[in-house]
């Protein structure tokens, strides 16, 4: 590489290193020249550095587009180099452990993420203050992961202890408490402590309201959280009214792609389906499935999406294309998750038989099996129980299979 061609790179690395924030019209100018770069890094040592640096910032806009696969590769790479260069206790190389931790959680690859995660904090505690804001965000990461992991109890204390230092140090109002204070509001409501949850939601979207704008993003998580909580209370009017506002000014802002679109629709469906709109709730669920497969890697999410569609179909009688939606879970489960997941939840010989009970004994097999090895919350385990409630619903114990389909799709 000639001295113009390092000048014009280092330019390019320069202004990706800088940007900040989601997925703008630069950033993803950027992203894309990264994209041509990922397998070419520089030989000179300062060069080489800038481009791993950019690469880390890269990863984070590719997460935010749900490109995790692409993510997961650029900071990974980024992270060899940062160690080959500084060491493996290095602050540059920690950030980009950091961000293949968060797309392994993306991925939904939480118990990766929550190792990674649990080492950069180590790190972070040696590096800075307990209560510096580095540490307590790492911890509120680690908190996010095992929470998906069915560790409830475990996140919840370390919520409580992450927003009681910002609290003490800075009031009960820095940002920081806020935010953790609306991670502990979720954990609640998972937890069916809807109480607890309504009210911390209700003064996280009240300050929000307050500090930011009506139209803020965060101010959004909020009301989209509290909306959560009134559907699983069962107020689901109000539940639709806030779902409905918020997606109609997600749609404004952030556009119909981005992931929190997408999953204000998920969430919206899932309310009409318990209020028995099948129609309404396929035509959201359909253009979510569309969006998900045509831009977004395969992720978690997908999967809840296809089983709340199944049964949005089977409730019109439409059997044969909720089936297929089926056989596309089970393709979905072995590309999140590979063969060994996927293999014992392979039931489609016994569907194709219409040998349903047989089916249900394999995958109730496979769902034991699972809550030993993840959890009983983990997403794996939820995976089986999609396919173990449509096991069930084949054998007209449709009330039964929905309840269990819906309650996967809400973990």
Not at 145 to 155: C, S
Not at 211 to 236: C, D, E, I, V, W
Not at 244 to 266: C, E, F, N, P, Y
Request: with cysteine; aromatic share 8%.
């Amino acid at each position: 590489m000639d001295k113009k061609e390092d000048s014009s790179d280092a330019g390019l690395y320069d202004m990706f290193i800088g940007q900040s924030g989601g997925p703008s019209k630069t950033r993803i100018w950027l992203l894309s020249k990264m994209r041509d770069r990922l397998n070419h890094p520089p030989d000179a040592e300062p060069l080489r550095k800038q481009w791993a640096l950019a690469m880390v910032a890269a990863s984070s806009t590719a997460r935010s587009l749900g490109k995790f696969g692409e993510a997961e590769e650029m900071a990974r790479r980024a992270k060899q180099t940062l160690e080959g260069l500084f060491g493996d206790d290095s602050y540059e190389t920690t950030t980009a452990t950091e961000q293949v931790a968060e797309a392994y959680f993306a991925l939904g690859r939480y118990d990766q993420a929550a190792i990674l995660q649990n080492d950069v904090l180590k790190k972070r505690e040696n590096r800075f203050e307990e209560d510096h804001l580095e540490t307590l965000s790492m911890k509120a990461a680690l908190a996010r992961a095992i929470w998906h992991q069915g560790l409830y109890i475990e996140a919840r204390d370390l919520e409580f202890q992450v927003m009681q230092t910002p609290k003490v140090k800075h009031g009960k109002n820095h940002p920081f408490t806020i935010k953790i204070k609306g991670n502990l509001a979720d954990t609640y409501s998972y937890e069916g402590h809807w109480q607890n949850a309504e009210k911390l939601q209700v003064e996280v979207m009240e300050w929000c309201r307050e500090h930011l704008s009506q139209n803020h993003p965060n101010t959004l998580h909020a009301m989209f959280g509290l909306s959560k909580t009134y559907r699983k209370k069962g107020q689901l009017r109000a539940a639709e009214e806030l779902q409905l506002w918020v997606l109609s000014l997600r749609r404004t802002i952030v556009g119909s792609k981005h992931l929190d679109t997408l999953a204000t629709m998920d969430d919206l469906a899932l309310t009409y389906l318990d209020q028995c709109r099948w129609k309404e709730a396929e035509w959201l669920l359909s253009q979510v499935s569309e969006i998900r497969k045509r831009e977004l890697d395969r992720s978690p999410a997908i999967l809840a999406s296809e089983s709340a569609l199944a049964i949005a179909y089977k409730n019109q009688g439409r059997l044969k294309e909720a089936e297929g939606l089926e056989s596309e879970a089970l393709n979905s489960t072995r590309m999140i998750y590979g063969e060994t997941i996927a293999k014992p939840l392979d039931a489609s010989t016994y569907f194709n038989q219409g040998r349903f009970n047989e089916a249900e004994a394999l995958l109730e097999k496979a769902l034991e099996i699972g809550q030993k090895a993840f959890g009983k919350y983990h997403p794996r385990t939820m995976t089986i129980l999609f396919h173990h409630a449509w096991a069930v619903w084949s054998q007209n114990r449709n009330e039964e299979g929905e309840e269990l389909i819906l309650k996967a799709a809400e973990i």
